[in-house]
């Protein structure tokens, strides 16, 4: 007798928005890009979300999860000092010299359903970098201690 096995797939739908869509005004400099635009995985498969970004200086990477009806809540960072972040079914890989970095969460599951956001910050810009600019180093010698 012959059994037929049904095969069910689950499909899950993810869309990335990139911060930089509601920053239009802001130069290309200060904006994040993501790829793709939405995504179709089945239950089980590796979903691999793209950030690219032009300023050098950005050295915070953060991505985000919506959900249909709920505020942006923060998945996973990185720092331009590590190269890969793990966090359970997360990675995030970074490429500084490409300016790039990815999401990849394995195993994607319903629950993985949502739009992500992938933004950028830097801690300071090219004119505020220093962080006391009028400062002058000075050498200061003490007298010495006589007894």
Same mark, same amino acid.
Request: charged share 20%; hydrophobic share 35%; with cysteine.
């Given at each position: 007798?012959?059994?037929?096995?049904?095969?069910?797939?689950?499909?899950?739908?993810?869309? &990335?928005?990139?911060?930089?869509?509601?920053?239009?005004?802001?130069?290309?400099?200060? @904006? &994040?890009?993501? /790829?793709?635009?939405?995504?179709?995985?089945?239950?089980?498969?590796? /979903?691999?979300?793209?950030?690219?970004?032009?300023?050098?200086?950005?050295?915070?990477?953060?991505?985000?999860?919506?959900?249909?009806?709920?505020?942006?809540?923060?998945?996973?960072?990185?720092?331009?000092?590590?190269?890969?972040?793990?966090?359970?079914?997360?990675?995030?890989?970074?490429?500084?010299?490409?300016? @790039?970095?990815?999401?990849?969460?394995?195993?994607?599951?319903?629950?993985?359903?949502?739009?992500?956001?992938?933004?950028?910050?830097?801690?300071?810009?090219?004119?505020?970098?220093?962080?006391?600019?009028?400062?002058?180093?000075?050498?200061?010698?003490?007298?010495?201690?006589?007894?």
């Amino acid at each position: 007798m012959d059994k037929m096995l049904g095969a069910s797939f689950l499909i899950l739908c993810l869309q &990335v928005d990139g911060v930089s869509r509601q920053q239009k005004e802001k130069s290309s400099q200060e @904006q &994040v890009k993501q /790829s793709p635009q939405s995504l179709t995985v089945k239950e089980g498969e590796i /979903s691999i979300l793209n950030c690219s970004y032009e300023n050098s200086l950005f050295d915070y990477f953060p991505w985000y999860r919506q959900y249909p009806g709920k505020g942006p809540a923060l998945l996973i960072a990185i720092r331009s000092v590590m190269n890969e972040m793990e966090h359970g079914r997360l990675t995030v890989l970074l490429n500084k010299s490409a300016k @790039q970095l990815s999401l990849h969460i394995a195993t994607s599951q319903p629950g993985d359903s949502a739009t992500y956001f992938c933004a950028a910050s830097a801690q300071c810009s090219p004119d505020t970098c220093r962080l006391y600019p009028d400062l002058q180093p000075r050498l200061q010698t003490h007298p010495a201690v006589q007894m």
